[in-house]
């Protein structure tokens, strides 16, 4: 039926009737207040009840419209992942299958054999539910010979009494371990949390009293500043070297008392040209600037660094600053730092902050992103407060030369060479200070094969080191105190237990209780604890709120790459001594760097035309073409380990269906999906 416009039935439903009656009190502290009359002000129920029904049909439309919506948005979702599968797994286009050594395929053979057993139950455990053999309850009664229907009912009677005698006490006594282990470094976590609340409370930080650099002679007054040596060590960073030397040759210091070192390790030619381009360049300028390149690359960057420390001209100078190829200082950045080492004889090194300038790139960067946060905002804060002591991040800080020498120099025996040189700078006695506000601009990796390779190295160094520094720091002089907080909070808990109890809790033992219900771990573990974990860690980054559930996903899909550096490291397997340079995409170049940098490019060939030869000139062209030919196209990987995981924990979920177990199901099922996008290499940047 169609609907009915009357017009006139409608203006005489909002004609004003009655009289109107105006009431107006002496009183300056009330209003006027204007009455309809009775109809107007009595209105009648059944209209009321008649708009109220409206209101809730179209908050009802709205409500379904937005569901609809919802679900349209999964459905596309689903089906785009779907397609990706197709295109990625099943036809292999545009991705490579990632390549693993011998030594490195004994994790991914053990989660592949648990997958088929997985399967293998899961079609088991289906047959009984349909059959109607599944019994809900771990204790079972005994059933007459009568009872039992055929032999596979009878096999499959017997599996849940192994199951129940012998499998699960074994399972519940792993799974009580770690969980003890989880609420261990969840204290941890808690008191560092709280160390962070009572900094900020108090206010406490670093100070400087007067002018660090104000002469204290009499007889000479003026201002005086310490000798310091930078150094940039790099190694075919072709993104990332123009930058990085930019930034630091623009140090607001003394000409007279700064040189800087750029050390470069690359072994391709072309790149070696560039850099030292760019260094004539600045020495030009009047920037005391030099280039080295060693002939033989051994020790990676630790013996970079011990080759140039090596330099005679080196013992003129009193501290050393340390910048990685993508770091770039504030020109301030020296005069924000060196001033705590003047009143402080005992202080060897001050670190700052780094801030990334690609962090809200893609979803990896955002992750990444709060993980460094914390472990700035938090560890490094606390323990540089409380303890003088935290682990150097190998770049972005200041040390005390005499501190360096007295430590023992810089050591090739692990990937880790910024902890090893901080853990015996500490057995020596020697303090440390973080500034939270001192901020240095770098990169995350945008890419996972980038932020893999880069964790694998910072979890399995740690690992070697522990092994390495174990006697040394049981016979030092150091106190008690500090002994157990290297060995147990530093090494043990932040380093060993942490990968351990995550790969092991979340990624082994919660998809076998779906098919061992009596070892069901509870939902305070799963869900409760994590979450709150989760929350504490991006309280420095509260911008990441939103990303908090794929922030607990992706550090659960993390834990296997980690556990496997950790055990490579700990019993010193091939892959620990593995160093990949994590590549830079450059992003800190914005365009108005570009527009400098094109402004400069007019005085760089005029300089490079005076005082160059031919050859010279000729390999600079070469350049040039190279840099402007069509890059090779690239390609994502397929991570196995990654992929395997991704099943199970699916084929597990599947499993919690028969069980009807609601937050397991879905816990499960987001972590499946989310290894699944990692394995795909969906996640960070797609460069194929």
């Known amino acids: 039926m169609a609907p009915s416009f009357d017009f006139p039935d409608w203006w005489s439903k909002e004609t004003r009737k009655g009289t109107p009656v105006v009431v107006t009190m002496e009183n300056p502290n009330f209003s006027v207040l204007e009455l309809d009359g009775p109809e107007a002000t009595f209105r009648s129920a059944e209209k009321d009840r008649g708009r109220n029904a409206k209101q809730f049909t179209w908050v009802l439309l709205l409500k379904a419209h937005r569901a609809v919506g919802c679900v349209a948005w999964m459905a596309m979702a689903l089906w785009a992942l779907l397609g990706t599968i197709q295109k990625r797994l099943i036809f292999q286009q545009g991705v490579v299958v990632e390549s693993e050594k011998p030594h490195k395929n004994r994790l991914f053979r053990f989660i592949r054999a648990f997958l088929v057993i997985s399967l293998v139950f899961l079609v088991l455990e289906l047959v009984a539910h349909l059959n109607g053999w599944h019994f809900y309850k771990p204790s079972l009664h005994m059933l007459d010979v009568s009872e039992i229907q055929g032999f596979l009912h009878a096999t499959y009677l017997l599996w849940l009494t192994f199951r129940a005698d012998y499998i699960a006490p074994l399972i519940q006594a792993l799974s009580k371990f770690c969980v003890i282990l989880f609420l261990i470094q969840s204290a941890d976590r808690m008191v560092l949390c709280l160390g962070c609340f009572w900094i900020k409370y108090k206010k406490i930080k670093p100070r400087i009293d007067g002018d660090p650099f104000k002469s204290e002679d009499v007889e000479q007054p003026g201002y005086e500043y310490p000798m310091v040596l930078v150094q940039i060590p790099m190694c075919n960073e072709r993104e990332v070297y123009e930058q990085s030397i930019s930034a630091v040759c623009q140090i607001d210091w003394p000409k007279d008392r700064l040189l800087i070192q750029v050390l470069d390790d690359s072994d391709d030619d072309s790149i070696q040209c560039l850099i030292r381009a760019e260094v004539t360049k600045w020495s030009q300028r009047g920037v005391n600037i030099v280039y080295r390149h060693r002939l033989v690359r051994t020790g990676y960057k630790a013996g970079n660094l011990k080759s140039a420390m090596n330099c005679d001209y080196v013992k003129a100078y009193e501290f050393v600053a340390i910048f990685d190829a993508d770091f770039q200082p504030n020109p301030d950045y020296l005069k924000q730092t060196i001033p705590y080492f003047k009143n402080d004889p005992q ?21 990444q992103n709060i993980n460094l946060c914390f472990h700035f905002e938090v560890e490094q804060q606390v323990n540089g407060v409380f303890l003088n002591f935290f682990g150097f991040n190998g770049t972005a800080g200041v040390w005390r030369i005499k501190a360096l020498e007295e430590s023992g120099g810089w050591l090739e025996r692990t990937t880790v060479e910024d902890m090893d040189i901080a853990v015996r700078a500490h057995l020596n006695g020697w303090k440390f200070i973080f500034l939270n506000d001192v901020k240095v601009l770098c990169e995350v990796p945008e890419s996972y094969e980038a932020y893999r390779k880069q964790q694998h190295r910072w979890h399995s160094g740690p690992m070697q080191l522990f092994r390495l520094c174990l ?44 098919f061992i219900p ?74 108005d760097l570009l527009a400098a940098a094109e402004r400069e490019t007019k005085n760089l060939n005029q300089q490079l035309t005076r005082g160059a030869s031919e050859s010279e000139l000729s390999e600079l062209n070469k350049l040039k073409e190279r840099k402007s030919a069509p890059s090779k196209k690239k390609i994502n990987k397929i991570y196995m380990k990654e ?18 177990q609601g937050i397991h199901f879905y816990f499960l099922l987001f972590q499946g999906i989310s290894f699944l996008l990692v394995g795909l290499d969906l996640i960070g940047e797609q460069v194929s």
Do not use: H
Request: charged fraction near 15%; aromatic fraction near 14%.
């Open 347 to 367: 202080l060897g090194l001050v670190q700052a902050r780094w801030s990334f300038v690609n962090s809200d790139e893609n979803l990896l960067t955002r992750l």
């Open 471 to 514: 006697p040394a720091i049981i016979t030092s002089k150091i106190s008690i105190w500090k002994k157990c907080n290297l060995i147990f909070l530093f090494f043990l808990l932040r380093k060993l237990i942490l990968p351990f109890y995550s790969f092991t809790l979340f990624c082994i033992i919660l998809p076998l209780t779906m």
């Open 518 to 591: 009596e070892a069901e771990l509870p939902l305070w573990v799963i869900c409760y604890v994590p979450v709150v974990m989760s929350f504490l860690n991006i309280l420095p980054a509260l911008r990441s709120f939103p990303f908090i559930i794929p922030y607990l996903l992706f550090e659960n899909t993390m834990s296997v790459t980690k556990f496997n550096a950790m055990i490579s490291g700990l019993f010193q397997l091939g892959s620990s001594y593995e160093w990949v340079v994590t590549k830079k995409a450059g992003r800190s170049s914005e365009p």
């Open 643 to 660: 992929l395997t995981l991704a099943f199970l924990l699916l084929t597990a979920s599947a499993r919690s269906l028969l069980s009807a």
